[in-house]
């Protein structure tokens, strides 16, 4: 009878508790505005976990490079509900919202989970990220080949290239913050 229930229990304490991702900052206030003319800030996204992805429209390899990664994370993120939103950040605050619109269009952009935005706090956001993150990910933020991970508390939980293995990790990393605290 004590093997019945005891070996249940002892392989229950033996498990390893999933790795915790790194807290590696905390932003500062930002406001972005969408498509739709909504803010997006800092207050909106309490309590959500966002990916987000910047580039500047003057540069299209920068562009694409970070849409597509976000095409690609959507699609494989979309069983993570509503804990998690997506945020493609111009860095250019003049960027015309019909631009954003037909790259949102074109990336079928669920804008439920994904956001295209832009607005004057666009460049200081990137930047204090960036200043969580090593010189070759800072650029490569600002190149729109870095994915950031944010948590529902505005801190800075890692950041991704955009290839299939950083994809899987990040997808990974994002399940773990959704479940923190459960």
């Known amino acids: 009878m004590a093997l019945l229930f005891g070996a249940p229990l002892v392989s229950g304490l033996l498990r390893h508790a999933p790795p915790r991702v790194p807290v590696l900052g905390t932003l500062t206030a930002f406001t972005l505005e969408t498509l739709d003319g909504e803010a997006v800030d800092a207050t909106s996204l309490a309590g959500q976990a966002w990916v987000g992805?910047?580039?500047?429209p003057a540069c299209p390899g920068c562009v694409a490079g970070a849409t597509t990664a976000l095409e690609r994370l959507q699609r494989r993120a979309r069983n993570?509900?509503?804990?998690?939103?997506?945020?493609?950040?111009?860095?250019d605050p003049d960027t015309s919202m019909a631009w954003l619109r037909g790259e949102s269009e074109s990336h079928r952009a669920n804008p439920r989970v994904w956001r295209f935005t832009r607005g004057?706090?666009?460049p200081r956001l990137e930047a204090a990220a960036a200043a969580m993150a090593g010189?070759?990910?800072?650029?490569?933020?600002?190149?729109?080949?870095?994915l950031v991970l944010v948590d529902g508390r505005s801190r800075v939980r890692g950041?991704?290239?955009?290839?299939?293995?950083?994809?899987?990790?990040?997808?990974?990393?994002?399940?773990l913050i959704l479940n923190e605290g459960r």
């Open 135 to 146: 010189p070759a990910t800072a650029w490569g933020l600002a190149q729109g080949a870095q």
């Open 80 to 91: 993570a509900g509503p804990g998690l939103r997506i945020l493609a950040v111009s860095l």
């Open 120 to 122: 004057l706090d666009a």
């Open 53 to 56: 992805a910047f580039f500047s």
């Open 159 to 175: 950041f991704y290239p955009s290839d299939e293995r950083a994809l899987d990790r990040l997808v990974g990393d994002i399940t």
